[in-house]
């Protein structure tokens, strides 16, 4: 089974330049999670999809920040103009429907390290 | 609020030598656990989870946890550490009624010496 696909996988950008990131969940899983990683911290959860619905997204600074996941599937997360404090890695994770209770395992991808100079 | 934490930052222990990385967790129901490893340039893999049961969790590459409610804790163990062992572990706990999401404690960096 294929896992959860990133790309770009290192990305190197001037400050106030834009960047988008691309995700590619495992096949079947219907939620997806963007996490931001700084270095020396845990990840932390940017924006949470149920299919192409947004479950949670208060953690994301939508000011700068924007992601969307059409037709259910792929995903991007974009940032415009970026900042200093955005050099990160940027997770990507899947698990499958929410709607059938429990708790599901989420499955990470390798990450998306970006450097803003 | 729900929050994680774990105390030690950096720990460094020689290859043969028994671990265990401490986690506390602040929730207010019954928790979902978890342990994360995260070697470098890597995305994160699930060591173990707790959802309900026997405190005891096994787990893989030779990792146990015990999850102690009075304690708030959920600590990460292994007898004998390996060399390749030496990497980022997280521990998370989900949060099942807001969507499933983790939050993550801040890691602690695990070096192995010879």
């Known amino acids: 089974e294929a896992g959860v696909a990133q790309s770009p996988r290192y990305k190197i950008i001037e400050k106030r330049q834009s960047v988008a990131f691309w995700c590619n969940p495992i096949s079947g899983h219907a939620t997806l999670y963007w996490y931001q990683q700084i270095l020396g911290q845990g990840p932390k959860l940017l924006i949470q999809f149920q299919n192409n619905g947004v479950v949670d997204d208060s953690q994301l600074p939508k000011d700068r920040f924007s992601a969307e996941r059409l037709k259910g599937v792929d995903s991007t997360l974009k940032i415009q103009p970026a900042k200093l404090e955005d050099s990160a890695v940027y997770l990507c994770?899947?698990?499958?429907?929410?709607?059938?209770?429990?708790?599901?395992?989420?499955?990470f991808g390798p990450g998306t390290r970006l450097t803003v100079l | 609020a729900q929050s994680v934490t774990q105390p030690d930052i950096h720990i460094t222990v020689s290859e043969g030598a028994s671990l265990e990385l401490r986690c506390n967790y602040s929730y207010g129901a019954t928790p979902y656990l978890f342990w994360y490893v995260q070697s470098p340039g890597q995305g994160l893999q699930l060591l173990l989870k707790y959802f309900s049961g026997d405190t005891l969790v096994q787990g893989i590459k030779g990792f146990e946890a015990e999850f102690k409610r009075s304690q708030s804790s959920f600590n990460l163990r292994k007898p004998s550490v390996h060399w390749s062992d030496a990497a980022e572990y997280f521990c998370?706990?989900?949060?099942?009624?807001?969507?499933?999401?983790?939050?993550f404690g801040q890691g602690t960096e695990l070096s192995v010496k010879p």
């Open positions: 998370a706990v989900g949060i099942y009624n807001q969507g499933g999401k983790l939050i």
């Open positions: 994770a899947s698990s499958l429907d929410l709607a059938g209770g429990g708790y599901n395992e989420q499955f």
